[in-house]
C-alpha cells in the first residue's frame, strides 16, 4: 500500500555566484598622491560664477584631484557643451548618454566668468558631442571670439576632441585664434580599444599635427598607470615629437569609480621627472610630469 504522507522535499543547496570584485588599486596609494584640500575666496568665487551662468568646470566633472589648488588659485577649465558625453572610455567620470541642445548664451557667459575673475590663462574644453554636425567646433569658436571681447589680455588654451577626424571642424577652431590648442592622446596605442574604444590613436596624432602645421602651439595628454610600459609610454612621445607637438603633460592615472579602469601601477616620481627629461631632448618646448600632473594643471606655466 502506498503511503500517503506528504514527503519532505529534498534538501537543495543553491550556491549563490559570488560578487565581482575588481582590484580598483594596487595596494594603498603612496605618500605622493596625498592631497591636502583647502577652500579659499577664490575658490568659493568660481563655485558662485558657475552656478549663477549655468557652467560645468572639468575640474569638478572629472575629480580632478587639483581642484582645490588651481580653483583656490582663482584657475579653472571651463567645459562647454554640457555635461553628458557621446562617448563611453572607460576612464572617464564625465556622464554617458545623449546630451541635451546647445545653450546659446554659454559662449558669452563663459567669457563673462573669466573677465570677472580677470584670469590670465583660461582653459575651455568639452564633453565630446559627436551628435552635432560639426562636433560643437563651432561652438568652441563663438567662445574664443566672446572671450577675446570681454577679456582681450587673457590667453586662451582649448582643449578640444578629434571631431571624428574632420579637418574642416578642427580648421573652424584653429581659425577662431586661440593660443593653444590640445588635444589628448591618453593612452598607448595597444590600449586604445580598452582605453578609448570609439577614438583611433593614427588619427589623434593628425589633430596634433594639424594644429601644429597652423602655427598654434599644439599640446597633449597621457595618463600613466593603465597597463603601459614605460617604453610604449617613449615610444607615443617620439610620435607626438616628430609631429610638431610643442607641449605635453604626463600624470597618474587615478580611477574615479570601481566601474572604471581599473589602476595597473602606482609610476614613481622618479619616473616622472625621467621621462619629462626625455621628453625635452626629444624637443618638447615644455613638459608638465607629475603624479598628479593633469592636462590643463598649471597650464600657463608652459607660456612663461
Known amino acids: 500500500m502506498a503511503d500517503d504522507t506528504p514527503q519532505e522535499p529534498p534538501l537543495v543547496t543553491v550556491t549563490e555566484p559570488a560578487p565581482r570584485v575588481r582590484k580598483r588599486e594596487p595596494g594603498p596609494r603612496p ?40 580653483w583656490s588659485a582663482g584657475t579653472a577649465t571651463f567645459m562647454l557643451m554640457g555635461d553628458v558625453c557621446t562617448r563611453h572610455c572607460g576612464f572617464c567620470a564625465v556622464g554617458k548618454g545623449l546630451p541635451g541642445r546647445l545653450d546659446a548664451d554659454e559662449p558669452a557667459n563663459t567669457a563673462t566668468a573669466i573677465a570677472r575673475m580677470k584670469v590670465r590663462h583660461a582653459v575651455i574644453t568639452s564633453v565630446n558631442r559627436d551628435d552635432l554636425p560639426d562636433g560643437g ?18 590667453r ?14 578642427m580648421q573652424t577652431v584653429l581659425d577662431s585664434g586661440p593660443d593653444i590648442v590640445a588635444h589628448n592622446t591618453e593612452t ?14 593614427d588619427q589623434s596624432l593628425a589633430c ?19 597597463g603601459e610600459t614605460d617604453d610604449e609610454v617613449e615610444s607615443v ?17 587615478l580611477s574615479p569609480t570601481v566601474r572604471h579602469l581599473a589602476v595597473s601601477r602606482w609610476v ?5 621627472a625621467r621621462l619629462a627629461e626625455i621628453g625635452r631632448t626629444m624637443g618638447f618646448k615644455h613638459v608638465e610630469s607629475g603624479p598628479l600632473v593633469r ?9 612663461e
Open 268 to 272: 614613481s616620481p622618479e619616473t616622472f
Open 208 to 226: 596634433i599635427e594639424h594644429i601644429a602645421q597652423s602655427g598654434i602651439l599644439a599640446k597633449t595628454g597621457l595618463m600613466l598607470g593603465l
Open 31 to 70: 605618500d605622493w598622491l596625498r592631497v591636502r584640500y583647502s577652500r579659499g575666496e577664490s575658490f568659493r568665487e568660481i563655485e558662485r560664477l558657475k552656478g549663477d551662468l549655468r557652467l560645468h568646470t572639468v575640474c569638478e566633472e572629472a575629480r580632478c584631484p587639483n581642484i582645490d589648488e588651481c
Open 156 to 169: 586662451i588654451e582649448l582643449l578640444v576632441p578629434d571631431f571624428q577626424g574632420r579637418r574642416v571642424d
Open 137 to 154: 567646433a563651432g561652438h568652441f569658436a563663438a567662445t574664443v571670439r566672446a572671450i577675446r571681447a570681454a577679456s582681450p589680455t587673457t
Open 295 to 303: 592636462s590643463s594643471y598649471m597650464a600657463h606655466r608652459a607660456m
Open 237 to 253: 612621445m617620439f610620435d607626438l615629437a616628430r609631429r610638431g607637438c610643442a607641449i605635453l603633460s604626463l600624470g597618474q592615472y
Open 188 to 201: 598607448v596605442p595597444r590600449l586604445y580599444r580598452r582605453v578609448r574604444r570609439e577614438a583611433n590613436y
